[in-house]
């Protein structure tokens, strides 16, 4: 078994990033959340095309966090897969379902004047 890695915000946004990837998150966003913030030093936002998969997703990328840091995510969303927020401490995840995320448009609010690709 490896040493757990040490869980530096950089450390947790690029695991975070590649766990979205390899599962086949879409319009994967991220937000330096610093002097913006105290809830966090980064926030990620992704979609996945059905429930089922940003379900999977999450559970997928809690699972990667706790086995290469030993950090505990909360988790909130999970049962209806429409928008399951991930919280690693330092890194905060949303994954939506396309729909959800386009209604709530978080990046608008924390990147102000960032149009969204349609």
């Known amino acids: ?54 379900t999977a997703m999450a559970e997928k990328l809690a699972d990667k966090i706790k086995q290469e840091f030993g950090v505990i995510c909360k988790t909130e969303g999970k049962e209806t897969g429409d928008w399951v927020l991930i919280d690693t401490g330092d890194v905060i995840v949303h994954i939506f379902r396309p729909e959800v995320r386009e209604f709530y448009q978080l990046e608008k609010m924390w990147q102000p004047g960032v149009a969204t690709a349609s």
């Open 1 to 54: 078994m490896n040493a757990l890695q040490t869980a530096t915000s950089e450390t947790l946004l690029a695991a975070v990033l590649k766990s979205l990837d390899d599962d086949k998150g879409e319009d994967i966003v991220q937000i330096n959340l610093r002097g913006k913030s105290e809830m966090g030093d980064y926030m990620v936002i992704a979609s996945g095309r059905s429930t089922r998969q940003v």
